[in-house]
C-alpha cells in the first residue's frame, strides 16, 4: 500500500518537496485490451499540463522486466510476488526522493512491467539503478535510454 499512498498522497516539506507532490499527486489509472490481453497503465498526469521542469529532464529511460509470477491474463499476482511491491517502493524512493529523475508512467502487460521515467543526469541514473539491481537480482531489470527533450515517448502513451 505504501507504493499507492505515494502515488496519492500530498505532503508539502520543501520546494523539492513540494515538486515532488505536484508530480506524485495526479495518477490516472487505466485498464485497456492491447492486442486481446489485458494492459494497466498507469500515468502521472500532472505532466499533461506541460510545467516548466521538463526541460530539466531531457533524457528517457525505460526500465522492464518480466514478472515473476504473473496471473493468467498476464497482470501481476501481488500475493505471490510481494517483492514487486517493494521494488514498487524502492524506485519511487532511489529516483524520486531528490528529483534526479521521474517516474511519469507504468505499464504492466503480458508479464511484463515497464516503468517510463525522465532523467536529469544519466550517470547519476547508471549509479542509482546498479543498487535496484543489486537488491532485485531475481527481476533481471534492462534499461534502454533515449535523449527525448520533448517527452514525445510520454505524450504517445494512452
Not at 485498464?31 to 516548466?52: A, C, D, L, Q
Not at 507504468?106 to 543526469?121: E, F, P, S, W
Request: proline content about 4%.
Amino acid at each position: 500500500m505504501k507504493f499507492f499512498k505515494r502515488l496519492f498522497k500530498k505532503n508539502v516539506d520543501s520546494s523539492t518537496q513540494q515538486l515532488n507532490t505536484l508530480i506524485q499527486h495526479r495518477w490516472s489509472l487505466k485498464k485497456i485490451n492491447t492486442n486481446g490481453h489485458p494492459t494497466i497503465i498507469m500515468k502521472n498526469e500532472s505532466f499533461v499540463t506541460t510545467y516548466g521542469f521538463i526541460k530539466e529532464y531531457p533524457i528517457n529511460c525505460i526500465l522492464a522486466f518480466k514478472l515473476q509470477l504473473p496471473r493468467e491474463d498476464g497482470l501481476p499476482n501481488l500475493m505471490k510476488e510481494p517483492r514487486l511491491k517493494k521494488l514498487d517502493n524502492e524506485l519511487f524512493e532511489v529516483f524520486e526522493s531528490d528529483m534526479q529523475a521521474v517516474i511519469s508512467a507504468i505499464i504492466t502487460t503480458q508479464g511484463v512491467r515497464q516503468y517510463i521515467l525522465y532523467l536529469k543526469d544519466l550517470e547519476e541514473f547508471t549509479q542509482r539503478f546498479s543498487r535496484i539491481q543489486f537488491l532485485f537480482k531475481e527481476y533481471r531489470i534492462m534499461t534502454c535510454n533515449e535523449f527525448d527533450p520533448y517527452w514525445q515517448n510520454y505524450y504517445s502513451i494512452e
